[in-house]
């Protein structure tokens, strides 16, 4: 199958992403086991950008992928010495109301130079969200999140964590106001970097923010303010990424 995605931007839509699915397998409860995406950057599919090849290990009895790895190269077949990177993405879900709503209790992405060997001899970077508070409808309100990288006696270690609280959600499950403490960690040392204040004020279709407002303070008591961002966002991926981005700075939290 082909896929033609477009955004609504400025009073009209624009083209967003273009894909071939192909290859295509299930399993007896027609859940998809295997897939094989092409991406490209125009309508037309003449400028390829890269394939994937997406396997789904398994599900949980709401149709949830617990366990996936996301094979992606630079070139339309699949050759080794092309492969951008290996993602191996392990969901667990702990609570049944967010089961529902397909939000994990904790989300876990590792990142590998390796389709063959993955463990950490060939890890890039690994990724862990976990959400400890969810509202009566399954929406995540408390969460964190943490980096991992091998340092250079190549162990794992963690070099980034936030904590991040959301509220404000609308009925399609968008949340509108997002705070988040950024810290670098060294060792057992965890230095605040910054506070910010989400404000999101228009979502696409897909719940991509197209239209946030974005308050910096050096800390969570506000007793800096650093800036203002107000950021407009359009052309989403399937991946949720922005391909143009408006950013404009203040210097004054009132604009």
């Given at each position: 199958?082909?896929?033609?995605?477009?955004?609504?931007?400025?009073?009209?839509?624009?083209?967003?992403?273009?894909?071939?699915?192909?290859?295509?397998?299930?399993?007896?409860?027609?859940?998809?086991?295997?897939?094989e995406?092409?991406?490209?950057?125009?309508?037309?599919?003449?400028?390829?950008?890269?394939?994937q090849?997406?396997?789904?290990?398994?599900?949980?009895?709401?149709?949830?992928?617990?366990?996936?790895?996301?094979?992606t190269?630079?070139?339309?077949?699949?050759?080794s010495?092309?492969?951008?990177?290996?993602?191996?993405?392990?969901?667990?879900?702990?609570?049944?109301?967010?089961?529902?709503?397909?939000?994990?209790?904790?989300?876990?992405?590792?990142?590998?130079?390796?389709?063959?060997?993955?463990?950490?001899?060939?890890?890039?970077?690994?990724?862990?969200?976990?959400?400890?508070?969810?509202?009566?409808?399954?929406?995540?309100?408390?969460?964190?999140?943490?980096?991992?990288?091998?340092?250079?006696?190549?162990?794992?270690?963690?070099?980034?964590?936030?904590?991040?609280?959301?509220?404000?959600?609308?009925?399609?499950?968008?949340?509108?106001?997002?705070?988040?403490?950024?810290?670098?960690?060294?060792?057992?040392?965890?230095?605040?970097?910054?506070?910010?204040?989400?404000?999101?004020?228009?979502?696409?279709?897909?719940?991509?923010?197209?239209?946030?407002?974005?308050?910096?303070?050096?800390?969570?008591?506000?007793?800096?303010?650093?800036?203002?961002q107000?950021?407009?966002?359009?052309?989403?991926?399937?991946?949720?990424?922005?391909?143009?981005?408006?950013?404009?700075?203040?210097?004054?939290?009132?604009?």
């Open positions: 199958q082909t896929v033609l995605r477009e955004s609504y931007s400025s009073g009209a839509f624009a083209f967003s992403e273009a894909q071939s699915i192909s290859a295509n397998k299930y399993d007896i409860h027609d859940r998809l086991t295997y897939s995406v092409k991406n490209y950057s125009n309508a037309s599919r003449t400028a390829f950008t890269d394939l090849i997406v396997n789904y290990s398994s599900y949980d009895s709401f149709g949830n992928v617990l366990s996936q790895t996301i094979d190269y630079s070139s339309a077949t699949v050759i010495g092309n492969l951008i990177d290996s993602k191996v993405i392990v969901n667990t879900y702990a609570n049944a109301l967010a089961a529902r709503r397909g939000n994990a209790s904790t989300s876990t992405v590792s990142r590998y130079t390796s389709t063959a060997t993955r463990d950490n001899t060939t890890l890039i970077d690994r990724s862990v969200t976990d959400t400890t508070s969810f509202d009566t409808l399954g929406n995540a309100l408390v969460q964190t999140q943490d980096k991992y990288v091998l340092d250079s006696t190549s162990a794992v270690v963690k070099v980034t964590h936030r904590d991040i609280t959301n509220s404000s959600y609308d009925t399609r499950g968008d949340a509108g106001v997002q705070k988040i403490s950024t810290y670098l960690v060294d060792g057992a040392t965890s230095t605040l970097v910054n506070y910010q204040e989400f404000t999101n004020r228009s979502f696409d279709v897909g719940h991509n923010v197209v239209n946030q407002m974005v308050l910096t303070y050096t800390d969570s008591a506000k007793a800096t303010f650093l800036d203002c107000e950021i407009r966002s359009s052309s989403f991926t399937s991946s949720g990424v922005a391909q143009s981005q408006v950013v404009v700075t203040y210097s004054d939290a009132q604009k």
